[in-house]
Each structure stands twice: as structure tokens, then as C-alpha cells.
């Protein structure tokens, strides 16, 4: 629930009622939980770290492009669901997070870089992938337009992010 108000709402626009409402919970309930709101904020932004970690650990024996494919697939969910990527849901607010919630963004963001850049670099390595400049400038260029396509999404339309999504993947493989 939390997750989902983050990637649609903005992690300060959204409320411990908007959580307890749907749940037919007290506010209290939550908060016995999430004492302070970077506490939920920092369970949402862990559970995403382990879902990307257990994700990637599953798609490591497909080929780089495959791998590729299965990251687009994860946006392409999102966008299916009318959601934006957390890590750009939660930069917008990054200044008036917590000094806790900016490190686990920054964490977040920074394994996924790395992830992404190591794929890349293998995927040159094996002749799947092909592109020009270093890995980590490419990987940072594929999350800028990733997350940028949610947003797009929001104003243009679903087919924003098909188009970009496609042509990424048509310029890299």
C-alpha cells in the first residue's frame, strides 16, 4: 500500500490514513508499526532493494540482453499500473527525506547502477550488446530515460513508454 502511494502520490503527499483507510485500520495501527513516516519510508525503499536483489540473482544465468529485457519488463509493469519508479518518485522529495531515507535511496539507486553497468559491460564483452561511450554513462543514460518514460507515460499515454522502451532496446541489441 505504502509503495503504491509513494509511486503515485509522492512520498509527502500521502498520510498514515491513506493507509489505515483501506485496510479498515486505526492510524495507531500503523504508526505501532512505522513509529515515524521515514520508517515506513525506508521499509518501502528495503523491500525494493531485496526485490531488485532477488530478481537480478534469478536472471543471472540468462544472457545480457535477456537481462536487459527483464528490467524493461519491471518498468513495463509500472507502467501498466499507472506507477512511476520509486527512486524518481522519491528524488522529487529527496531533500525533505530523512538523512536515513536519503542514504537508502542513494543505496538503492546506486546498486542499481551497478547492477545495470556490470550487465552492460559483460554484454559488450560477449557481443550482445552494443553501444558507444563507457557502461555506467550508458547504464545512467537507460535509467534517466526508464524513469522518464513513467513520467511521460502519466501525461502522454501508455505508448510514451512503449516507444522509448522499443527503441532503447532496438539501439543496444
Known amino acids: 500500500m505504502a509503495d503504491r502511494l509513494v509511486r503515485t502520490k509522492g512520498f509527502n503527499a500521502f498520510s498514515y490514513k491513506d493507509i489505515a483507510a483501506p485496510l479498515d485500520v486505526k492510524n495507531a495501527a500503523i504508526h505501532y508499526h512505522f513509529p515515524a513516516k521515514s520508517d515506513l519510508g525506508i521499509g518501502v525503499i528495503d523491500n525494493e532493494i531485496t526485490k531488485f536483489a532477488a530478481?537480478?540473482?534469478?536472471?543471472?544465468?540468462?544472457?545480457?540482453?535477456?537481462?536487459?529485457?527483464?528490467?524493461f519488463d519491471v518498468f513495463r509493469k509500472h507502467n501498466h499500473a499507472g506507477n512511476i519508479c520509486l527512486m524518481g518518485s522519491l528524488a522529487t522529495d529527496y531533500e525533505t527525506l530523512s538523512p536515513e531515507m536519503q542514504q537508502r535511496v542513494h543505496q538503492m539507486g546506486s546498486s542499481i547502477l551497478q547492477w545495470l553497468t556490470n550487465c552492460l559491460e559483460q554484454g559488450r564483452k560477449n557481443k550482445r550488446i552494443h553501444f558507444k561511450g563507457t557502461a555506467e554513462a550508458r547504464a545512467l543514460m537507460i535509467m534517466s530515460n526508464l524513469q522518464s518514460s513513467l513520467l511521460l507515460s502519466r501525461v502522454l499515454g501508455p505508448a510514451a513508454f512503449k516507444k522509448i522502451a522499443a527503441q532503447l532496446l532496438a539501439d543496444l541489441c
Open 55 to 71: 530478481s537480478t540473482a534469478k536472471w543471472k544465468k540468462l544472457p545480457e540482453d535477456e537481462q536487459l529485457v527483464k528490467l
